[in-house]
């Protein structure tokens, strides 16, 4: 069996199976276009996600990850569904209880949490064009006003307010700015894609100095898109280097 999905709760989840089982798991946090249903998922049916799924695949990983709701924004209820997710998997899988993370997009928002909630039961975080802050990407939206609308009513299902509470509650100090609340190590890959890419690039060379002062253990690799094809060898091989310790 190469792959199965599985209910929990409304969720659809699904589960990938490496031919040569190392032991060790990864969780994927999708992004926005993120979806799971009875037969597939976003991650089968892109191409580049279904590389990305058969590399992890070949070095050993089993690999799984959940609908989460769609497009969740972080939401405390696709984090709970997350954490079940872990426990799920590793009540009925045969892997290492300290699994590593790979959260692109807005999956950074659930990721950040489970670091914080979640610390020792995670090896390692990936973060592929993460959205840190959710006031800051809120705000970058403002200048596209089809977006910015789209946005603030997702926000709006996800944390069920209406979007004038929605615009009070990420004006609090927690959704400015991202809080690595543990040692865990970190790898964040941005892809200079777009001016929104851009954009997201000068949020990270500012955290970046807060991080290097406060010696958090992040590290960041920017690519350009033609170097895309490599986001696989820089994944698994910054996993490997913390699979040391079991």
């Given at each position: 069996m190469e792959h199965r999905n599985f209910k929990l709760d409304t969720e659809w989840n699904m589960i990938h199976y490496p031919e040569k089982p190392t032991g060790f798991g990864i969780l994927i946090i999708g992004d926005e276009r993120h979806y799971v249903d009875e037969k597939s998922?976003?991650?089968?049916?892109?191409?580049?996600?279904?590389?990305?799924?058969?590399?992890?695949?070949?070095?050993?990983?089993?690999?799984?990850?959940?609908?989460?709701?769609?497009?969740?924004?972080?939401?405390?209820?696709?984090?709970n569904l997350a954490k079940r997710l872990y426990e799920y998997i590793i009540r009925t899988e045969i892997i290492n209880s300290k699994i590593h993370i790979l959260a692109e997009g807005m999956g950074a928002l659930v990721a950040l949490k489970l670091i914080k909630e979640m610390n020792g039961n995670i090896?390692?975080?990936?973060?592929l064009n993460p959205v840190l802050s959710l006031k800051?990407?809120?705000?970058?939206?403002?200048?596209?006003?089809?977006?910015?609308?789209?946005?603030?009513?997702?926000?709006?299902?996800?944390?069920?307010k209406e979007s004038k509470q929605i615009i009070e509650i990420i004006s609090n100090p927690e959704f400015a700015s991202p809080q690595f609340h543990s040692d865990i190590p970190t790898k964040i890959i941005h892809v200079l894609s777009g001016n929104r890419a851009y954009k997201q690039s000068?949020?990270?060379?500012?955290?970046?100095?807060?991080?290097?002062?406060?010696?958090?253990?992040?590290?960041?690799?920017?690519?350009?898109?033609?170097?895309?094809?490599?986001?696989?060898?820089?994944?698994?091989?910054?996993?490997?280097t913390h699979e040391g310790i079991l």
């Open positions: 998922s976003f991650w089968t049916q892109n191409e580049g996600k279904q590389r990305l799924i058969e590399s992890f695949k070949k070095s050993g990983y089993t690999v799984f990850y959940s609908n989460l709701y769609g497009k969740n924004w972080g939401s405390e209820k696709a984090v090896r390692s975080v990936v973060l800051h990407h809120l705000e970058q939206e403002k200048d596209h006003k089809f977006f910015y609308k789209k946005l603030l009513k997702e926000l709006s299902y996800s944390f069920d000068t949020l990270l060379k500012n955290l970046s100095v807060i991080w290097k002062s406060e010696e958090v253990p992040i590290t960041i690799s920017y690519l350009l898109p033609e170097k895309k094809s490599q986001m696989d060898y820089y994944m698994i091989t910054f996993m490997k």
